[in-house]
């Protein structure tokens, strides 16, 4: 059964103090993994999907990065705007359901 | 364009009543999937159709089940609800890279 842990659960920074975001997984075939960002009472909005280890996506102050077992989403110099749950979730090959994890909590303060 | 819509966006249920769910996904897109968020959790897989047919269904009792229309729009039914449904649901659009829609807030009392 496919498994996605994030940590950390809740994270609060200064406004441009870069930090990471954990995802790590087991999946039996990796379609895809993806990122997505979800503000409160909102659903979520893609950010990237990335397919094979060693693969990196960026998207202005974000970067998506992939190995076997975790992806990372580095965010730098963030704003308070940046301020959202990050979700990671897998794609199997069997290709239809994508399994979230229970998100990090991201707190971006001026 | 368009993105993916749902209705409503918010319901009161008392338990026991049933209680259906609308979306429209993306002009195109032929495939829909419904999501059950419960606060603080990550969203979890409840169906995936696609071309009508059901191609996919998560971990979800018989009370929930689903349908998609000739235009690709799709209801998600609950019956007998329990206090646990309260969630945000979502409607997913795309085959592949999902687009979200802002869910409907379905609180059971």
């Known amino acids: 059964e496919d498994q996605v842990t994030q940590s950390p659960e809740a994270l609060r920074l200064q406004e441009g103090e870069s930090s990471s975001l954990n995802c790590s997984y087991t999946?039996?075939?990796?379609?895809?993994l993806f990122w997505y960002r979800q503000d409160p009472g909102k659903g979520p909005e893609f950010l990237f999907t990335?397919?094979?280890a060693g693969e990196e996506k960026e998207k202005e102050r974000l970067k998506a990065t992939l190995t076997k077992k975790e992806s990372f989403l580095h965010i730098t110099a963030p704003k308070p705007e940046d301020s959202a749950t990050y979700l990671c979730a897998v794609q199997d090959n069997s290709g239809y359901a994508l399994n979230f994890g229970k998100g990090t909590s991201l707190l971006v303060t001026p | 364009d368009a993105g993916v819509t749902q209705s409503p966006t918010h319901l009161i249920k008392t338990r026991g009543q049933h209680v259906t769910l609308r979306c429209s996904p993306i002009?195109?897109?032929?495939?829909v999937s419904w999501y059950q968020q419960v606060l603080g959790q990550g969203p979890q897989f409840i169906f995936q159709?696609?071309?009508?047919?059901?191609?996919g269904r998560g971990n979800f009792p018989d009370r929930f089940s689903a349908r998609q229309f000739p235009n690709y729009s799709s209801e998600l039914n609950v019956n007998a609800l329990l206090l646990g449904d309260s969630a945000l649901y979502l409607c997913?659009?795309?085959?592949?890279?999902?687009?979200f829609g802002s869910g409907t807030r379905l609180t059971v009392v």
């Open positions: 990335l397919y094979s």
């Open positions: 997913a659009s795309g085959d592949y890279g999902y687009t």
């Open positions: 999946v039996s075939g990796l379609r895809g």
């Open positions: 002009s195109g897109h032929k495939s």
């Open positions: 159709y696609y071309e009508k047919e059901e191609r």
